[in-house]
């Protein structure tokens, strides 16, 4: 079965930097885009990014972009997320999430969610 | 962007009601969009994409439609494991783009 684990979820200050990984299992890695989305209660549901099976299309939100970099490792089965420049805004619960399109630079959204890996962003 | 909005933000219900979710986008985006259910804890469980297509394993009782702007999630007979909230998704264009959730309470 599909399975998303994130980790890297941690309290910084602002202005540090932090990567999230997501270790897949249970499906053909390779053959899927990737995505990250982040939760909080006060903004609910916030798609962050996107990234091709192959890893040469990204797509950003305009909150991220520049700060944000969406990466993947298909030898190790491994999605990132490297966060630098982070804001108190960016405090959130970050899910990993494959993407329900199969056609090559077909994106649609999340079909399986991971369980999300917590980051705060605090003095 | 795409904005979403759903409406009511919040309903109660009974065990066995029918239940109507629905959810407006601010410009065309024909039929795509999905419908996610998220129970307290959980990550978010994806139900109907292209507004009407059944998620593989999701029950028969949950359905959609819509185009355009104008998208309902029904449910037929609300049972006691669909208490949750569930939020609609654009995929017409990035960014991808959540309504801001509906959650269905017991009455």
């Known amino acids: 079965q599909v399975q998303l684990v994130e980790s890297g979820g941690d309290v910084v200050q602002p202005g540090r930097s932090l990567r999230l990984s997501c270790a897949a299992s249970g499906f053909t890695f390779s053959a899927y885009a990737m995505n990250w989305v982040r939760q909080t209660p006060g903004k609910g549901l916030e798609w962050v990014a996107v990234i091709s099976f192959s890893g040469s299309n990204k797509y950003y939100a305009d909150s991220v972009k520049g700060r944000f970099t969406i990466s993947r490792d298909n030898s190790k089965n491994t999605l990132y997320l490297q966060m630098s420049s982070l804001r108190p805004e960016d405090t959130a619960l970050y899910y990993c999430a494959r993407d329900l399109a199969t056609a090559p630079n077909s994106y649609y959204g999340p079909d399986y969610w991971g369980q999300g890996t917590l980051v705060t962003v605090s003095s | 962007d795409i904005q979403m909005t759903q409406s009511p933000s919040s309903v109660s219900a009974s065990v066995g009601d029918r239940v109507t979710i629905t959810c407006r986008a601010s410009?065309?985006?024909?039929?795509?969009l999905a419908w996610y259910q998220q129970k307290p804890g959980k990550a978010p469980k994806l139900l109907i994409y292209?507004?009407?297509s059944l998620q593989s394993g999701v029950p028969s009782r949950f359905s959609g439609s819509g185009s355009g702007t104008d998208f309902t999630l029904t449910i037929s007979s609300l049972q006691p494991e669909d208490f949750a909230t569930y939020y609609c998704q654009q995929a017409h264009s990035f960014p991808l783009t959540f309504g801001g959730g509906t959650k269905v309470e017991i009455k």
């Open positions: 292209s507004a009407s």
């Open positions: 410009q065309g985006i024909s039929r795509w």
